[in-house]
């Protein structure tokens, strides 16, 4: 018996039913997942630049015999989809297992967003774990269920299921023999002459997935009360059975296709039939769809963010059980850049350029918020270079304020490059600010094409960020260090008066990655309670409410001296 989370117990499961090749890219709460595959015997893991190739790497190994694990976020599933719909045509080889981890309440998202539709409208079978035990039984079992129907099969966990650790019973690993390749184009081939009867097979597929649903032992009964009869998933299934220990459950470990002829069976039992979920309304539509009356709430449940017991107990109208109120006096504690991030100095000068800065996806989406306040826009992994492109077209011939995107050099590899591809190739102008900080920092500080880092340390290749850039037609491209205000203002200045497309390469490591601290910095009796040492928003300036005065906290300081650069009285210097 182990402890583990649901990404450990997922990457168990795959390593026990003999999968050999892992591929991913990193993003919360699924990163730990292919981390933990990572570290097993036997087995190849790679971070891809992005989810599409991911899947498009883990569909060829699977066509050559492999058994694949492919894990990926539920924004990145929409990155996949392309190949995804298509693999519930062509079929798999090797057995080929899909996380798909999603993030209701958007504790590290742009959205919430339910995976169980993509599962339907690509009408590939999904699986949702309840528990860590679960997480390693359903995804031990889908490797061999994938080849036996010939199809991808998806697993959906949630934050909660992703990172809850609970009690696994582990297994041995049992090798799996690779499916010998054979050449058929008629398969993997997916032209209009090879896709149509492979529809017919999908279509056939999918009654053979509709009748395996009714007997399959992973969507269970659990009576107790004929008053109330519930359906629940993954999560939400925890919070029920704590929030309602009288009713009857119907926990679905398979969310399609769902088990029409069960869920009428356990309606017929019950006086009432409630569907309980999380942050979506599909698994209510899709009872409702199999001919099942489904009850309101006497309270509804919240749309929005993570069910909890006492949000269940609400929705039926019982009282919370009783517990102790909690504070209300506690200070806020938003999120902020660490204590020396080289993406600091650019977000401060952004702001005394006024810049209109469309912003990408990483932590230095943390420079939106107060004092720095120097993000306009952020949509998805990419976005920062389309949308200023968008902005500079539609502000053509007028005056405006400078038009800045900003993305990391993983979002870059990610999906950056082909942005900047089409600026470039429609003659586009504005200013691309690249946050090279070495490394993939909000996810864990993985690796990327651009610093070399594999998952798995094998040797490699770093990419050259400004010859790839320069090759594509860039003409002016710099190198910048962060740290260096008057580089950086200088960058910046240049680049925004510039008629034609710059982009700054602005590089210096993520303070996690070496944790090197030099001496620090302390205020000293010239202070003048001016406060532009505060507008930098790093966690070790205070000040005073009442006098105005700076301070710095030396357990928190790291000696990186861009707070010194910005006062003007010359009071803050290093100890």
Not at 172 to 195: C, G, I, T
Not at 222 to 231: L, Y
Not at 298 to 326: I, M, N, W
Not at 391 to 412: K, M, N, Q, Y
């Amino acid at each position: 018996m182990e402890l583990l989370s649901g990404n450990e117990a997922i990457a168990r499961g795959a390593w026990e039913a003999g999968a050999t090749v892992g591929v991913a890219y990193p993003g919360t709460p699924s990163t730990e997942t292919l981390e933990a595959f990572a570290l097993m015997e036997g087995v190849y893991a790679e971070w891809c630049v992005n989810e599409k190739v991911a899947v498009e790497v883990g569909l060829g190994a699977s066509a050559a015999g492999a058994r694949v694990l492919a894990t990926m976020k539920h924004v990145g599933v929409n990155v996949a989809a392309d190949p995804l719909f298509t693999a519930a045509y062509t079929g798999v080889g090797g057995g080929m297992v899909v996380l798909a981890a999603d993030d209701p309440g958007m504790y590290s998202s742009q959205n919430e967003q339910d995976s169980h539709y993509y599962a339907a409208a690509a009408h590939l079978p999904m699986m949702d774990p309840a528990d860590s035990a679960e997480a390693r039984a359903f995804a031990r079992d889908a490797f061999a269920l994938s080849e036996r129907f010939d199809v991808p099969f998806m697993l959906r966990s949630t934050v909660r299921v992703s990172h809850t650790k609970t009690p696994v019973e582990v297994g041995e690993r049992v090798a799996a023999d690779p499916v010998p390749y054979e050449s058929r184009p008629q398969k993997w081939v997916m032209m209009p002459a090879f896709a149509k009867p492979r529809r017919v097979v999908q279509l056939e597929r999918i009654a053979a997935l509709e009748a395996w649903a009714e007997e399959c032992p992973y969507n269970v009964v659990e009576r107790r009360g004929t008053a109330v009869g519930v359906v629940c998933a993954g999560a939400a299934y925890q919070h029920v059975a704590e929030a309602l220990p009288d009713a009857s459950i119907l926990k679905l470990g398979v969310t399609w296709p769902l088990p029409a002829a069960k869920l009428r069976a356990f309606a017929a039992e019950v006086d009432a039939l409630y569907v309980v979920e999380e942050a979506s309304g599909y698994l209510t539509d899709a009872v409702r769809a199999c001919g099942v009356e489904v009850a309101e709430f006497p309270a509804p449940l919240p749309r929005d963010g993570e069910l909890s017991p006492g949000l269940v107990r609400a929705a039926f109208g019982l009282p919370e059980p009783a517990h102790a109120p909690a504070r209300a006096d506690l200070p806020g504690r938003p999120p902020a850049l660490c204590p020396g991030c080289p993406h600091r100095l650019v977000f401060k000068e952004l702001t005394r350029l006024k810049a209109i800065v469309t912003g990408d996806i990483g932590c230095y989406t943390l420079g939106a918020l107060p004092p720095l306040a120097a993000m306009d826009t952020c949509v998805d992994m990419g976005a920062s270079i389309s949308m200023a492109h968008g902005f500079e077209l539609a502000l053509a011939g007028a005056e405006h304020r400078p038009v800045v995107a900003v993305i990391g050099d993983s979002t870059f590899a990610h999906s950056g490059l082909s942005s900047l591809i089409s600026t470039v190739y429609n003659r586009g102008g504005g200013t691309v600010c690249v946050l090279d900080n070495r490394t993939t920092a909000m996810t864990g500080r993985q690796g990327n094409p651009f610093n070399g880092v594999t998952l798995q340390n094998r040797p490699s290749r770093e990419l050259d960020l400004e010859g790839v850039i320069r090759a594509i037609g860039v003409e002016d491209v710099s190198v910048v260090d962060p740290h260096d205000m008057a580089a950086v203002r200088a960058a910046l200045k240049a680049a925004v008066a510039s008629p034609e497309l710059a982009v700054i390469i602005f590089r210096a490591p993520c303070v996690l990655l070496e944790r090197v601290r030099k001496p620090v910095y302390s205020v000293g009796p010239r202070c003048t309670g001016c406060g532009v040492c505060a507008t930098l928003g790093c966690p070790a300036i205070a000040r005073d409410p009442e006098a105005g005065l700076a301070s710095i906290d030396p357990a928190l300081c790291i000696g990186c001296g861009q707070c010194a650069q910005y006062c003007r009285f010359e009071a803050i210097a290093q100890d």
